[in-house]
């Protein structure tokens, strides 16, 4: 089996560095220029202007407002949080669903969403349970029933057919949802996935009790450490202090009361990409599909995405020069345009 270092990379760096900082080991840069000295100071240490977070980020700003659909998993009653937002303008009739990535929810796509909704569609943007507002129970976590909870969202608002955009994780949930349920999907955006190799046979298991004890025994510094080099490993040579943000936004619940619930739960969820790979999703997908990315989203992704195209019969390839692993944040003009066109009618 093809080892990936792209997958490689993002599959333990989504672990949040845990192994890593909590038994003292350095930590790669995956064959990029190491950050500049005021971006290393900046990494080094925890700020103390950071307050305390909510698990279930409700101090998070939001473009929308968020609602809530109530779910009953594994015998458990959760919400799922999602923004339901109408067309700007003359409507479309059609709509558009944002599928996030692992160390972000709903809230980081506000750009895409005006992008669309001027374009006249209906964009949803739902947080996976587990995820940003939506509930975070401790049960097991797999794309078969995120790609469910999206149908009885979709369900639940009337829309019987919708273009699916996932990001970074949400590439695969789109892949799982699009292979999954074809007459709901209208096309299909892998837009930088992860996952693009099965590392079932590449690499070795990690328990989600041992990702978790290392996690609880982190320094705050090193908490920061690792929430800083989680992100900004998205924007290769191209950091911008605005991305500190997001950086924060990942720190901030591990300061409450509640951080152990939210780190078992990270610890569950970050296996996903190892227990429930979607390579072979691929080939089953039937909607228009387009696999869009950024050159500098790891060392082969340009070659990673190719292979995704030529998997899934008549996708489109886009490739985003100079460009790492959030183009929608990093370029905005040019990832607008691209997903626009491919849109189009």
Known sequence: MTKSPH???????????????????????????PPVAAQ????????ADVRPGSITYEDVPYPYPVTYLPLTLYGQDVRMAYMDI???????????????????????????IEALRNAGFRVVVPDQIGF??????????????MAMNTRALLNALGISKA????????????????ASYPDMTERVVLYDPIGLTDIRWSQPWHSAEDAYKAAMARSQDQVWQAAYA?????FPDAWRPEYEQYVRILYAP?????????????????????????????????????????????QNFPQLAKHIAGTIPGAELVIIPNVG????LQVPETFNRELLKFLAP
């Open 7 to 33: 997958t490689r990379w993002y599959f333990f760096r989504s672990l949040f560095v845990l192994v890593a900082l909590a038994c003292g080991r350095g930590v790669s840069t995956h064959g990029q220029s």
């Open 40 to 47: 290393s100071d900046a990494a080094s240490k925890a700020p």
């Open 86 to 112: 109408p067309p700007a303008g003359h409507a479309n009739g059609r709509t558009v669903v944002l599928l996030h990535g692992m160390n972000f929810a709903g809230f980081y796509f506000g750009g895409p």
């Open 132 to 145: 940003g507002r939506s509930s975070k129970p401790i049960m097991p976590y797999n794309f078969h029933d």
């Open 163 to 178: 273009a699916i955009v996932g990001h970074s994780m949400g590439g695969m949930l789109a892949a799982r949802f699009a």
């Open 230 to 234: 989680n992100i900004q490993r998205y």
């Open 254 to 298: 591990t300061l409450s009361g509640d951080w152990p619930r939210l780190a078992m739960v990270r610890s569950i969820y970050q296996q996903i990409i190892y227990l429930d790979p979607v390579v072979d999703d691929w080939a089953h997908i039937k909607a228009k599909a387009l696999v869009l990315g950024g050159e500098r989203d790891g």
């Open 325 to 328: 692993h959030v183009p929608h």
